[in-house]
T-cell receptor
Framework: GAVVSQHPSWVICKSGTSVKIECRSL??????MFWYRQFPKQSLMLMAT?????????EQGVEKDKFLINHASLTLSTLTVTSAHPEDSSFYIC?????????????FGPGTRLTVL | KQEVTQIPAALSVPEGENLVLNCSFT??????LQWFRQDPGKGLTSLLL?????REQTSGRLNASLDKSSGRSTLYIAASQPGDSATYLC???????????FGTGTRLQVFP
């Protein structure tokens, strides 16, 4: 149990276009979902936290108008990279937890590789 | 500000060796610590989660210990196999920020 999927697994787009990445909890309801970014040979950095039905909380330095997050249901969160630029190329990973407790386990998706040309 | 460091950054060993990967964190105020495995270009697989009140967790050939007061955790891998080759990440759930803070990882290669 506790499977998280992401779609697409990889995407290549032209500079200036928008890209949407989906994160789904397949066999559980996720009260909270998280979006991380990982640059090559670096660790994961939290971008934002979203709770179902409310606005996402963004980390310092992450532009909320550029990285739009929607958590419309207990099984789906989307990250839209608007007007993507080459510096947005990265590996984006989502995670989901059943509850909102700090001790709740986060289950991670397989990641989405974004390449902006 | 919580910082997580992993040593060594890379490790290459022959098959069959017992390994110790180290993780240290600067603030002992944590909810839990988790060890993950990441294969190249892939997401994270959770290996072990240790709550702050626990001292260790075991799963198969893996054993993770936690010394919260000294800000250290170790991941012990017994009888390593080529299939263990991956990057191993540790992460703490920070009490003050309620966020998962990741270390920079240890890239492990086990050769036959």
């Amino acid at each position: 149990g506790a499977v998280v999927s992401q779609h697409p697994s990889w995407v290549i787009c032209k500079s200036g276009t928008s890209v949407k990445i989906e994160c789904r909890s397949l066999d559980f309801q996720a009260t909270t979902m998280f979006w991380y970014r990982q640059f090559p040979k670096q660790s994961l950095m939290l971008m934002a936290t979203s709770n179902e039905g409310s606005k996402a909380t963004y980390e310092q330095g992450v532009e909320k108008d550029k990285f739009l997050i929607n958590h419309a249901s207990l099984t789906l969160s989307t990250l839209t990279v608007t007007s993507a630029h080459p510096e947005d190329s990265s590996f984006y990973i989502c995670s989901a937890s059943r509850g909102g407790l700090s001790t709740d386990t986060q289950y991670f998706g397989p990641g989405t590789r974004l390449t902006v040309l | 500000k919580q910082e997580v460091t992993q040593i060594p950054a890379a490790l290459s060993v022959p098959e069959g060796e017992n390994l110790v990967l180290n993780c240290s964190f600067t603030d002992s105020a944590i909810y839990n610590l988790q060890w993950f495995r990441q294969d190249p270009g892939k997401g994270l697989t959770s290996l072990l989660l240790i709550q702050s009140s626990q001292r260790e967790q075991t799963s198969g050939r893996l054993n993770a210990s936690l010394d919260k007061s000294s800000g250290r955790s170790t991941l012990y891998i017994a009888a390593s196999q080529p299939g263990d080759s991956a990057t191993y990440l540790c992460a703490v759930r920070d009490y003050n920020t309620d966020k998962l803070i990741f270390g920079t990882g240890t890239r492990l290669q086990v050769f036959p």
